[in-house]
């Protein structure tokens, strides 16, 4: 998955982006994958699954815990744009990938990893593979 | 061309719910599933949805306020219906949570209305429509309700989709004008007696068809839910005039595989009837239900067992003359249901299942004590109706059936069977301990066969490796089944020898 992440960055973003040009495109991934979440958790289920992501991300990127204060509000993707804007350009990049999986390992932790992979795939079909996982019953 | 429109009733996939309903679900009707918290509204309609959402025609299912749908894809996607690979192809989830909170009534119906134009679905599910209600009367004392329902309604019908609204509603509240409105009115109940728990399904309403009546037990598993419809009986057909007792006389006989006990009984079983075989603990009645499953057996006839003292194992293996090899051949079916919290209609519904399955023609219920134990609390209360329905369907589908009951040995008086059920058998064989001459000494008697004639008399009978064996008639004394019997000779004077029952 981080990979992945890794190449939309770089595809949005350009190889030798600046922090606000990171900033820029890992929000607009967010907001692409919380467009195709919220039909399905609603509002309030994106805006938990934004604000544990960034609580768990936080001891990585102290600076994060700022942007999760400013979820009550609704706008946690300005205020982690605004804390990777002032980042260097790799941690910048380090900490978008990071906040992106971490968003993923926490929808998949409530609705499995299968689904989380087939709305992966809707936002991104040539990044990730939407195939069901083989399971056992 | 026939002038009426015909319904096209859809199958639920709900095993046992479109006999339920009736013959299935209308399609294009507008529903309300309604219940208590917990009782198993979502899982439903989910089931539903998953069995007949398609690609062409997919389902859409709002979710309103109430339970987060974070947590409802959760725990739905336990059940082996629910099939991820549908989510957002033939099964679309839209969250409308925003809507009501800050739209109102007709920021709902415009969102819904926009959604239902764009998909074309065929089922569409609003859930919680309880919390929609609610939501409207925080707004504007919920005015707008009833145009909102009566428009919510005529649109989907319009857009041809085959609707369900779920909610928490109250018996109490069936004044409210979504019930009027509704084509559909499915109410799911879960009753709590004493450390029992039983959910009932109750279809109030289907317009344009006749759903079977009253209270219908289903249990909720891994695979979803399954009805067990309470049977309604259907009426017995009039038999030709003079035709009934020519019928009774050419009916064939089961033979019950035991020398001596076939001809007490006149020839057997009558077919398709039903026999009780009680006596006390450890007389021999699951020996003689076992000779009865291997003699059908012997004959190219299957057979079901429904334990409900033993496990399956333990009973083919210990009961005396052994089944264990016809079980592993498929001759022979054995049940054991869940105990202590089953309905009779789910019983029932394991017996037809696996008489349907195997062809089966010996049908061996043992034993009544048992199963009345294994019973949730609130079935006890009418077992001897809901047995009477029981025996009644599974002779109407021309099986034999024996049953066992454990009777206490009493002599202040005489009985057949501690439920009072011995008037719903067709037969009934009788066995007793007796004290003979210092020995305990096993007896049996056929007390009934209905409308044929059969032995009157007490025959001693004994248990080997064999499996049992009748003996000769007890002659010579009277009273053994009263506790003070006394010997008389053969001109019915003198007596010869003394005997006592235990």
């Known amino acids: 998955m981080e990979p992945a992440f890794w190449r939309l960055l770089a595809r949005q973003a350009g190889t030798e982006a600046d922090p606000p040009a990171v900033a820029a495109a890992a929000c607009r991934l967010l907001e692409d994958f919380a467009q195709h979440l919220t039909p399905l958790i609603g509002d309030a289920g994106v805006a938990a699954v934004c604000g544990r992501s960034l609580q768990l991300a936080e001891p990585r990127f102290p600076g994060l815990a700022l942007a999760r204060a400013s979820g009550e509000d609704g706008e946690p993707c300005t205020h982690v744009q605004h804390f990777l804007e002032h980042q260097d350009p790799v941690v910048a990049t380090k900490a978008a990938v990071t906040v992106l999986v971490v968003a993923c390992e926490v929808l998949a932790s409530f609705i499995g990893e299968t689904l989380t992979r087939l709305l992966l795939h809707e936002t991104w079909p040539d990044e990730f593979d939407g195939r069901p996982t083989e399971t056992t019953t | 061309m026939t002038d009426k429109v015909p319904i096209r009733r859809l199958s639920t996939g709900v095993p046992g719910l479109d006999a339920v309903l009736g013959g299935g679900l209308p399609e294009f009707s507008f529903n309300v599933v309604a219940g208590a918290p917990g009782a198993g509204k979502t899982t439903l309609v989910q089931q539903i949805m998953f069995a007949l959402a398609r690609h062409d025609r997919p389902a859409l299912y709002f979710t309103v306020l109430g339970e987060p749908p974070l947590k409802m894809l959760r725990y739905q996607q336990q059940f082996e219906f629910f099939n991820i690979a549908e989510v957002n192809a033939s099964v679309r989830f839209v969250n409308l949570a925003k809507e009501a909170l800050e739209g109102g009534l007709d920021e709902v119906l415009r969102r819904i209305a926009q959604e239902v134009e764009a998909a074309s679905p065929a089922i569409v599910i609003v859930d919680s429509f309880r919390s929609v209600v609610q939501a409207a009367k925080r707004q ?56 029992s728990m039983v959910r009932k399904i109750q279809i109030m309403k289907m317009r344009g068809q ?46 019950v595989g035991v020398t001596g006990l076939d001809e007490m009984l006149g020839g057997g079983i009558p077919s398709g009837q039903s026999v009780l075989v ?182 001693l009978f004994e248990i080997s490796a064999d499996g049992i064996t009748v003996g000769e008639r007890v002659g010579d004394c009277e009273g053994l089944l009263t506790g003070s019997p006394h010997a008389v000779s053969p001109d019915g004077q003198r007596p010869r020898r003394r005997a006592r029952s235990r």
Do not use: C
């Open chain 2, 140 to 195: 504007n004392g919920g005015g707008d309700l009833q145009r909102f329902v009566q428009d919510l309604g005529m649109r989907l019908t319009g857009w041809q989709a085959t609707t369900f609204l779920v909610g928490e509603f109250q018996l109490t509240e069936t004044e409210d004008p979504v019930f009027t409105i509704a084509d559909g009115l499915l109410w799911l109940y879960q009753s709590l007696d004493r450390n």
């Open chain 2, 278 to 459: 009680a006596g006390p603990s450890g007389s021999g009645k699951t020996v003689l239900a076992t000779h009865f499953i291997r003699e059908g057996v012997r004959r190219g006839e299957r057979g079901v067992i429904a334990v409900f003292e033993k496990r399956p194992s333990e009973y083919a293996q210990t009961s005396a003359i052994g089944l264990d090899q016809a079980v592993r051949d498929g001759q022979v079916g054995i049940i054991h249901t869940r105990p202590l919290d089953l309905s009779i209609d789910e019983t029932q519904y394991e017996l037809t299942t696996a008489i349907e399955r195997l062809k089966a023609r010996r049908v061996v219920i043992d034993s009544l004590s048992g199963f009345e134990l294994a019973l949730a609390p609130t079935f006890r209360e009418d077992f001897r109706e809901s047995l009477y329905r029981l025996v009644a369907a599974l002779t109407g589908m021309g099986v034999t059936v024996m049953m066992t009951a454990e009777l206490e040995d009493t002599y202040s008086h005489l009985r057949f069977s501690p439920h009072g059920t011995a008037f719903l058998t067709d037969a009934i064989i009788l066995q007793r301990y007796l004290e003979l001459e210092g020995q305990l000494q096993r007896v049996m008697a056929v007390v009934k066969v209905r409308a044929s004639a059969h032995s009157k008399d007490l025959r």
């Open chain 2, 210 to 255: 006749a759903p079977i009546p009253g209270l219908h037990t289903f249990r909720i598993t891994n695979r979803g839910i399954q009805v067990f419809p309470r049977l309604i009986l259907d009426l017995p057909k009039t038999p030709p005039v003079g035709g009934e007792a020519r019928t009774k006389r050419q009916q064939p006989r089961v033979s």
